[in-house]
């Protein structure tokens, strides 16, 4: 039971590169999510999903889009990455909307 | 949406002493979770309490949810206790935790 992973764990853009982050869980978890972690701060929302085949937008959306085309899985893409989104990206997933949440280990990001 | 004010925002104890840190949100909450992230970037869960009291060995949490606070207690610090310490809250008509700044805390030997 590894609970919720995240690949990869490190990586280095170029401005206007694009990547893809991808989120697993295997706790049959019917709630998805995508933060974002700045320096001294707390996690903001990027995107969420209730289920299979659904995305909804959070509290900073803009540049990302999200997909979860199978249940265990969430991807978290850049089309064009800018300096802006250098971050700490976690992952994280729940059984239902208040339940609680469990987090991945991040993924942190520069871009150059 | 939901204001989650932590306090301390920092703090610094010699091993084996006690802590209380402080958690106050600024709407009634169904879910509150807090959180231990290590110097290595990890967010470890350490209480979902909504109410009342839970205990995990040297770490307790209590929620007053009618006066809009949370408490994370620890006893008998240790040097592996050191990070910052967030609680959460997700706004009733919402799925996301809104995040404190947290607390960070570093325990010396």
């Known amino acids: 039971n590894a609970g919720v992973t995240q690949t990869p764990k490190f990586r280095v853009l170029k401005t206007g590169q694009s990547m893809t982050l991808l989120c697993a869980q295997d706790?049959?978890?019917?709630?998805m999510y995508w933060y974002r972690q700045d320096p001294g701060m707390g996690l903001r929302l990027i995107h969420y999903s209730v289920g299979e085949g659904t995305t909804a937008k959070g509290e900073v959306p803009d540049g990302y889009n999200v997909s979860r085309l199978k249940k265990q899985n969430f991807l978290l893409g850049l089309e064009s990455a800018a300096p802006s989104q250098t971050s700490v990206y976690f992952c994280?997933?729940?059984?239902?909307?208040?339940?609680?949440?469990?987090f991945g280990p991040g993924t942190r990001l520069t871009v150059l | 949406g939901i204001q989650v004010e932590q306090s301390p925002p920092d703090l610094i104890l010699q091993e084996g002493a006690n802590s209380t840190l402080r958690c106050n949100f600024s709407d009634s909450v169904n879910n509150l979770q807090w959180f231990h992230q290590n110097p290595w970037g990890q967010l470890i869960n350490l209480f979902y309490?909504?109410?009342g009291t839970k205990q995990n060995g040297r770490l307790s949490a209590t929620t007053v949810a009618t006066e809009r606070y949370s408490l994370l207690y620890i006893s008998s610090s240790q040097t592996t206790d050191s990070g910052v310490y967030f609680c959460?809250?997700?706004?009733?008509?919402?799925?996301?935790?809104?995040f404190g700044k947290g607390t960070s805390l570093l325990v010396t030997p």
């Open positions: 309490i909504p109410s």
């Open positions: 959460a809250a997700p706004a009733n008509s919402g799925y996301a935790l809104n």
């Open positions: 994280a997933s729940s059984l239902g909307g208040k339940a609680e949440q469990f």
């Open positions: 706790m049959n978890h019917e709630y």
